[in-house]
């Protein structure tokens, strides 16, 4: 075993150099041990949450993204209240206990309206826990929300180190503001998740390495880890997806170094490859979240091509996603 796997498991901390030495470790050693610890805290349940696409609107510009404000070739679509409202009836009536709320920074789902839709699905759905994915905000609008009733929400950081941050987005967004953001929420009590891109481009190894290091020391409840997809309408279109097998990696590293939180086997990584959910969740992975959005507009919210939003991904394929879970030797939660 490595010296500094061993640390890992001793809940020490490690510098980047560390990390580097377990990013390029060669064997299984890492992904087993890292599904062992995901058992012991989880045992072979996958916890399964409804992800509700709610906007394809953004004012962001990231160069990965296939809904990036500048693409003028989207179909721009965006669910309303009562849309949104008969969808968390189908996520409750297939028994799913947390809907995630997920879409680019649109300016209409902020401020009020977005507080009041959290008022209104807590008061239809007072048993159902509701996590938000919807991007950078102020301090204000994340306390509005918090004080409205919300209690989980995902920003991730995609890549930690300023340089690379700056090959991935245009200059008005930068990683500070970012951060800033992800402890805005962790201070005023959200359970705050990160997460990021494995194989973005210009990304090397340390990159991961600092990833790792800045999770390790945040400590989030819930973290984000899937490969980079190409878009035929980004400045990236031609670049190579990311690895499934550092993926993977990097999805055991974040388990040992986060016993704890929620690391979802995301809809990128089985995307990327038919196989890619079953390596996740025996690497350490422990949620899956299939798609409750309107079928009409799956494909609308395309991040990247050729995204898995049917079948064992979609709600009405729920039945299929167990019996697959079950093969792998889990139960869905």
């Not at 301090?139 to 929400?153: F, I």
């Not at 200059?171 to 194989?199: D, N, S, W, Y």
């Not at 974040?254 to 995301?266: D, S």
């Amino acid at each position: 075993m490595p010296t500094s796997l061993a640390k890992l498991l001793q809940c020490e901390l490690l510098e980047e150099h560390e990390f580097l030495e377990l990013l390029t470790y060669e064997g299984r050693e890492i992904e087993e041990t890292a599904g062992r610890v995901s058992v012991e805290h989880f045992g072979r349940e996958i916890k399964l949450r409804g992800l509700i696409e709610l906007s394809n609107y953004c004012r962001s510009d990231c160069y990965y993204c296939g809904i990036r404000a500048s693409n003028k070739a989207v179909d721009r679509y965006r669910l309303t209240k009562e849309e949104i409202l008969e969808v968390c009836s189908v996520g409750e009536g297939l028994g799913l206990g947390t809907f995630v709320l997920q879409g680019g920074e649109d300016p209409f789902w902020r401020g009020a309206r977005l507080v009041d839709l959290v008022q209104e699905l807590h008061r239809c759905y007072p048993k159902v826990v509701l996590t938000l994915s919807l991007g950078e905000m102020s301090r204000t609008e994340y306390q509005e929300l918090y004080d409205a009733g919300a209690r989980r929400y995902l920003l991730r950081h995609e890549t930690i180190d300023p340089l690379h941050f700056k090959q991935l987005h245009p200059p008005r967004q930068r990683i500070e503001h970012r951060i800033e953001a992800i402890h805005a929420l962790k201070e005023i009590g959200f359970e705050t998740g990160v997460g990021g891109m494995v194989g973005s481009p210009g990304q090397k190894l340390y990159h991961l390495a600092l990833d790792l290091a800045f999770i390790q020391r945040l400590q989030p409840a819930m973290i984000g880890i899937g490969p980079f997809l190409p878009h035929h309408d980004t400045p990236f279109r031609s670049y190579p997806s990311g690895s499934l097998e550092r993926t993977v990696r990097m999805v055991a590293l974040c388990r040992l170094i986060c016993p704890t939180a929620n690391i979802p086997a995301t809809t990128a990584v089985a995307s990327l490859s038919s196989e890619g959910r079953r390596q996740a969740i025996e690497a350490g992975a422990n949620v899956v979240m299939p798609n409750l959005s309107p079928p009409r507009f799956r494909k609308l919210y395309q991040l990247y091509d050729h995204k898995a939003s049917f079948g064992s991904e979609a709600a009405e394929g729920i039945e299929i996603l167990r019996r697959e879970l079950s093969s792998y030797g889990f139960t869905a939660k």
